[in-house]
Structures are given as C-alpha cells and as structure tokens.
C-alpha cells in the first residue's frame, strides 16, 4: 500500500488518467456541440464501435495511420448524416433513435468484425506517445502530461476550440440559440434544421475521433470495446454544465480514478474476486456528482424537442 503514494506511481497514474480521459473527452465535446443545438444524441456509443472497426480494420489491412484515421472520421461523419436525417428531417423522437443508433453500430461492428477479422488480432502500427519538445522532459511532469500520443493533444486543444466556437462565433451563437429557443431563431432566419443538421455531423465525426482513439491506442479491437464508454460521455455533458472546460474536468476526473482502480488491481490491493466492484468506481463516482449537480444545472431548454414549422 506504500507503494501506492510515491511519486512515480503517481505520475503513472496520472499519465493512465490522461490517456484514458481521451475517447471520453473527445465523444463528450462533440455531444456538448450537439446538446446545445437542442439534439440529444443516445447513439455516442454505437457510433464509436463502428469508427473503432473500421479505423482498426484498415490499419490491420494497410498499416497506414493515416488512412486509420480517415476511416474512423468518415465512419462517424456517415452516422452524422443518418442521424440527422431521422431526427431532423423525419423529426423522429431522439431518445428512441439514439439507441437505435446504438443498438445498430454494436450489432454491426459485431458482425463486421466476426466476418472480416475473427479473433482479435494485435495491430502492427499503433498510435505512438510524441513528446512535445522541451516540455516533454520536465523530469515528473513532462511524463506525466507531455508525452503522449497525437490525438490525446487533439481532444485537449479542442477544449478552448469548441468554448472559441460556442461563445465567440456566429454559428455558435446560432447553436445555442436553436437549443434554447428555436421558434425565436426561426423567426429571426436562422434555419434551425440546418444549424442542428450540421451540430449533429461535428458532434458524431467527434464520436468518431473517440472510437478511432480508443481501438488504435489499444492496437486491437474487440466486440463490444467501449463498454459503454459512449454513454458516459452524454453523462459527462451533464457533469460539465453543457461547457467544454467543465467536461475535460470531468473527463479527466473519470479518467484518473479509471487509473486508480486499475493501480489497485495490479498491487492487489483489490482483490480479485472484488476487480468487478472495484471496475465500477469511475461510473459510480459520476453518477454521483450528476446527483450533486442535478439541481444546480439547467440543460438547453429545447434539448430532445423536436422543431417543426408547420
């Protein structure tokens, strides 16, 4: 149990926590965009199983990043477009198509990955840690928060980009207007379909970027990867007050006590027969601060309605 409290251990946890606040920082952002337009989306998690397989499967065929990459973007773009058009154009009932986007991207991934792959093979090319000159060799530090891989900087540089975005722009000035009240922007000339339409495909390629991380971080891919990752990051909006530096909190609050846990079950601090139990803290610990703040929060008043002109 010392052992637990010295500084390189805590340096490695912190560093886990980093690594492990990604996909869900990545996913949460993109659903923050998506929230503040009045659109939720339940399907996160579906959404990051098929861009985890398909940014996994072209690495394993081409060993080529890049195209990893593409793939896993294009992947979530796609389901941007099927989900706006469900509930955007068809106005469908969001709750209700998010699962189905969800129940469909983990059947599908399922059965993809069963026909083309079989048994989960290890990637020859992964996403590799890059340390930022300089910083990275901070003794302690640097470690810890400089030296990590491309896209764990990406999710945190989008931090100040979507708060930029949100609060300093036009069109974010348009997206919380359609999720507060999209009668009054309509009446104004702003096309609510379209700016939620567009909210959708920037929060689901986010989704995207989330699975892409997570499959080619590991350099493997399972069915059922996420384990429900997705669905933390919508709890994770909540957690951080619909702003993007409220969700890196939290993401990176989930992120560090994931790594805790796992610090535990290595020194057997936890035992085996307990690993279960000890797994659920980082959920349990954010349903508990959504409890807390459940009251001091108040969500985009047109989140899950449905607009229509007529």
Sequence with gaps: MRDLFTLSVLVSTVAAGIRLATPYLLAALGETIGQRSGVLNLGVDGVMLLSAFGSYYVVLRTENLWYGFLAGAVIGLLMGVVYGVITVVFEAEQG????????????????????????PTPLKVRLEEVAIPGLGSIP??????????????????LVPIVTLVLFKTTFGMNVRAVGENPQAADSL?????????????????????????????????????????????????????????????????????????LQLKTRGIIPLEASDLGAMAPAVLTIVALVVLARRIEAPAALARPFSRH
């Design 189 to 261: 000339g702003v096309s609510v379909a379209g700016v939620r339409f567009i909210a959708i495909l920037i929060g689901n390629t986010m989704a995207g970027l989330a699975g892409m991380a997570l499959s080619l971080g590991l350099g493997i891919f399972q069915p059922n990867l996420t384990q429900g990752l997705g669905f933390i990051a919508v709890a994770l909006v909540y957690f951080g007050a619909w702003r993007s530096r409220g969700v890196m909190v939290g993401a990176l609050l989930y992120g560090i006590v994931a790594s805790l846990v």
């Design 96 to 119: 209700i198509s998010g699962i189905g986007i969800f129940l469909f991207g983990l059947g599908f991934s399922d059965l993809l990955f069963e026909e083309l792959v079989g048994t």
């Design 140 to 157: 302690y530090v640097g470690d810890a928060i400089f030296q990590h891989n491309p896209l764990t900087y990406l999710a945190f540089a």
